[in-house]
Nanobody, 127 residues
C-alpha cells in the first residue's frame, strides 16, 4: 500500500528527495511520516505530517528536512538537505489511521507495529 523510493548515495552536504506513494489517497490517514533505521540501531522517528497539515520533525533533522504532500494527495515527500553521514540509514514511510489523541506525543509514542509500512529505501551519505 505504501511504496518508498528516492534513496541513493550522496556526498555530505548534498540533497535527496524521498517519495512515499500510497495506492490510494493519503488523506485517509491520520498521520503519514518517515522513520529511519541505521545498522545496529532502533528505528527512529524522522518526520511526519498529520491529516490536518501540521508537521513534526526529529530534533536531529529540523531545519534540514522538509516533509510535504503532493497536490494529488497520494504521495508524501521528504526533502533532505545538508545531509550528514549520520543521516545514513534505511528510510521507511509509515501511515496510520488512528488519531492517537490528536497529539504528536501520542503519535510518536505509539506501538510501531501499528499502521502501514512501506519497504525501506537506503540512503548512504559519504563523508
Amino acid at each position: 500500500q505504501l511504496q518508498a523510493s528516492g534513496g541513493g548515495l550522496v556526498q555530505a552536504g548534498g540533497s535527496l528527495r524521498l517519495s512515499c506513494a500510497a495506492s490510494g489517497s493519503t488523506e485517509e490517514f491520520s498521520y503519514i511520516g518517515w522513520y529511519r533505521q541505521a545498522p545496529g540501531k532502533q528505528r527512529e522517528f524522522v518526520a511526519a505530517r498529520s491529516s490536518g497539515g501540521s508537521v513534526n520533525y526529529a530534533e536531529a533533522v529540523k531545519g534540514r528536512f522538509t516533509i510535504s504532500r503532493a497536490n494529488a494527495a497520494n504521495t508524501v515527500y521528504l526533502q533532505m538537505n545538508s545531509l550528514k553521514p549520520e543521516d545514513a540509514a534505511v528510510y521507511y514511510c509509515n501511515a496510520v489511521l488512528s488519531s492517537y489523541g490528536s497529539t504528536w506525543e501520542g503519535y510518536k509514542s505509539r506501538d510501531l507495529d501499528d499502521g502501514y509500512w512501506g519497504q525501506g529505501t537506503l540512503v548512504t551519505v559519504s563523508s
